[in-house]
């Protein structure tokens, strides 16, 4: 188990452009959540997967948002068309609900997060 | 909408102190709770999680209650030390989606623990 791993950690973006994070999950993990965090608030949901379907989406997801979960293993959050507004934390959380171990509290763990930076 | 407000929003106490630290949350139809801890530019650590049928969990020098029917939760930390500086978050989860959704948090309480 080596936790949550979320790549880049660091992004500095152009208005405009399109950029890609990377999250591979705690193996095992079916349940993949992305979240988006900035300075002095608490993360806010954005949307979640459970296995390679994305079950629901936030209104903060607005349509240059874009997540992907293929073979419900790593997940892949791109933002099209960056704008100054979108610089911020984005963090990945996995957790295990059910499964073969019957795991029912659903702990979520988090990775250490990419941040984006758009100039 | 469910939303979480901590209390305080910072708090500075001597090495040593035993302190608080509080959340309230709008809709008492969570399925469990959470406290985490943030180091500054980094991700969350899970201290403790509360199922919405339990009063209390503890883990070491923590102690998380929860008041359900009151929409109140306490974050207890005994005997302070300097590396407990941090931020830290309180975080429910909705039970209409049997804990399946995501989070709402709070926006933290800066802790620091003057040495």
């Known amino acids: 188990d080596t936790g949550v791993s979320q790549n880049p950690r660091h992004k500095i973006t152009k208005r405009g452009q399109n950029v890609t994070f990377r999250c591979d999950p705690i193996s095992e993990h079916n349940r993949l959540y992305w979240y988006r965090q900035t300075l002095g608030q608490g993360p806010e949901f954005l949307t979640y997967f459970q296995n390679e379907a994305q079950l629901e989406k936030s209104r903060l997801l607005s349509d240059r948002f874009s997540a992907e979960r293929p073979k419900g293993s790593f997940s892949t959050l791109e933002i099209q068309r960056t704008e100054q507004g979108d610089s911020a934390m984005y963090l990945c959380?996995?957790?295990?609900?059910?499964?073969?171990?019957?795991?029912?509290?659903?702990?979520?763990?988090f990775g250490a997060g990419t941040r984006l930076s758009v100039l | 909408k469910q939303e979480v407000t901590q209390i305080p929003a910072a708090l500075s106490v001597p090495e040593g102190e035993n302190l608080v630290l509080n959340c309230s949350f709008t809709d008492s139809a969570i399925y469990n709770l959470q406290w985490f801890r943030q180091d500054p530019g980094k991700g969350l650590t899970s201290l403790l999680l509360?199922?919405?049928?339990?009063r209390e969990q503890t883990s070491g020098r923590l102690n998380a209650s929860l008041d359900k029917s009151s929409g109140r939760s306490t974050l207890y930390i005994a005997a302070s030390q300097p590396g407990d500086s941090a931020t830290y978050l309180c975080?429910?989860?909705?039970?209409?989606?049997?804990?399946?959704?995501?989070?709402?948090f709070g926006k933290g309480t800066h802790l620091i623990i003057q040495p």
């Open positions: 509360i199922q919405s049928s339990q």
């Open positions: 959380a996995s957790s295990l609900l059910g499964g073969r171990t019957g795991a029912r509290k659903n702990i979520q763990y």
């Open positions: 975080a429910v989860h909705a039970s209409s989606g049997g804990g399946a959704d995501g989070l709402t």
